[in-house]
Antibody, heavy 121, light 109 residues
Framework: QVQLVQSGAEVKKPGASVKVSCKASGYTFTDYGINWVRQAPGQGLEWMGWISAYSGNTSSAQKLQGRVTMTTDTSSSTAYMELRSLRSDDTAVYYC??????????????WGQGTLVIVSS | SSELTQDPAVSVALGQTVRITCQGDSLRSYYATWYQQKPGQAPVVVIYDENNRPSGIPDRFSGSSSGNTASLTITGAQAEDEADYYCYSRDNSANHLRVFGGGTKLTVL
């Protein structure tokens, strides 16, 4: 079955970087993009960015531009999201999700299980 | 960037029908997707491409849209439908960007 499995929880100090992995299985990795979404404690979903697993092209939310880097390793069917200069308000659960596309929309399915990142001194 | 606006909370009596709405300019150009999220779980898509249900999603879930408003309707709400629901769309200002609504907490009474 199609599955995305993410790396484990991280605790980081302010100013540090974190890199979360997302390993795909059950489908041809390069046929789909990967999105990254985060959710702060008790808050809603926030779209962070997207990467094409085929070309490596990316787009990211304006508020995160300059701090987030998304990459893929097609040899291992794994996507990565690195967030730099961490602040306390980056504390959140980070999800990866496969991108499915139609003419006038796209949607995310499936999602990874989520990776908790805690930023604390 | 575009915004999608949802009511923070909605309640429905068991077995009754409830509509959850989402407003935003981007919905005039793009169909909404609806996600259901239960506590401690990753979101799950319940409606995509305006009114399509993935396999495994009950047919009591349906979607519609009119103008700048998308709606998720649950006909005959069940206790297990109690969850947070998020609408989602492409960003009208730049279609390579994406946006989520703030979410609606659905309580089934």
């Amino acid at each position: 079955q199609v599955q995305l499995v993410q790396s484990g929880a991280e605790v980081k100090k302010p100013g540090a970087s974190v890199k979360v992995s997302c390993k795909a299985s059950g489908y041809t990795f390069t046929d789909y993009g990967i999105n990254w979404v985060r959710q702060a404690p008790g808050q809603g979903l926030e779209w962070m960015g997207w990467i094409s697993a085929y070309s490596g092209n990316t787009s990211s939310a304006q508020k995160l531009q300059g701090r987030v880097t998304m990459t893929t390793d097609t040899s291992s069917s794994t996507a990565y999201m690195e967030l730099r200069s961490l602040r306390s308000d980056d504390t959140a659960v980070y999800y990866c999700a496969r991108d499915l596309v139609a003419v006038a929309t796209n949607w995310f399915d499936p999602w990874g299980q989520g990776t908790l990142v805690i930023v604390s001194s | 960037s575009s915004e999608l606006t949802q009511d923070p909370a909605v309640s429905v009596a068991l077995g009754q029908t409830v509509r959850i709405t989402c407003q935003g300019d981007s919905l005039r150009s793009y169909y909404a997707t609806w996600y259901q999220q239960k506590p401690g779980q990753a979101p799950v898509v319940v409606i995509y491409d305006e009114n399509n249900r993935p396999s495994g999603i009950p047919d009591r879930f349906s979607g519609s849209s009119s103008g700048n408003t998308a709606s998720l309707t649950i006909t005959g709400a069940q206790a297990e439908d109690e969850a947070d629901y998020y609408c989602y769309s492409r960003d009208n200002s730049a279609n390579h960007l994406r946006v989520f609504g703030g979410g609606t907490k659905l309580t089934v009474l």
